[in-house]
């Protein structure tokens, strides 16, 4: 059974940084894409970032580009998210997903999902 848990978030203040990682279990990790998500109250879920399974290609949504950073520890079966120059509107949950191989920006095509982590940003 594949679980994937998500830890690290927590209240933040504005231009502060926080680093968020993704622990998978029951998958052969090395072979998978992973994916960052958010969901904002009232707002829909988007695309934070992803990178595939050798870290060649790593993508970002363009509001987050030169402040996040995705990488992946394959010995710990572990993704990071490491957010940096926080701000209000990046208060959401955070959900880390899976995929075979490469990365999509595309949330239905990930197999696997975490619980999500709150992350708040206060002003």
């Known amino acids: 059974q594949v679980h994937l848990v998500e830890s690290g978030g927590g209240l933040v203040q504005a231009g502060g940084s926080l680093r968020l990682s993704c622990t998978a279990s029951?998958?052969?990790?090395?072979?998978?894409?992973m994916g960052w998500f958010r969901q904002a109250p009232g707002k829909e879920r988007e695309f934070v970032g992803s990178?595939?399974?050798?870290?060649?290609?790593?993508y970002y949504q363009h509001s987050v580009k030169g402040r996040f950073t995705i990488s992946r520890d394959n010995a710990k079966n572990t993704v990071y998210l490491q957010m940096n120059s926080l701000k209000p509107e990046d208060t959401a949950v955070y959900y880390c997903?899976?995929?075979?191989?490469?990365?999509?920006?595309?949330?239905?095509?990930?197999?696997?999902w975490g619980q999500g982590t709150q992350v708040t940003v206060s002003s």
């Open positions: 997903a899976a995929r075979p191989w490469s990365g999509s920006s595309y949330g239905h095509e990930y197999d696997y």
């Open positions: 029951g998958v052969s990790f090395s072979n998978f894409a």
């Open positions: 990178i595939n399974w050798t870290a060649s290609s790593l």
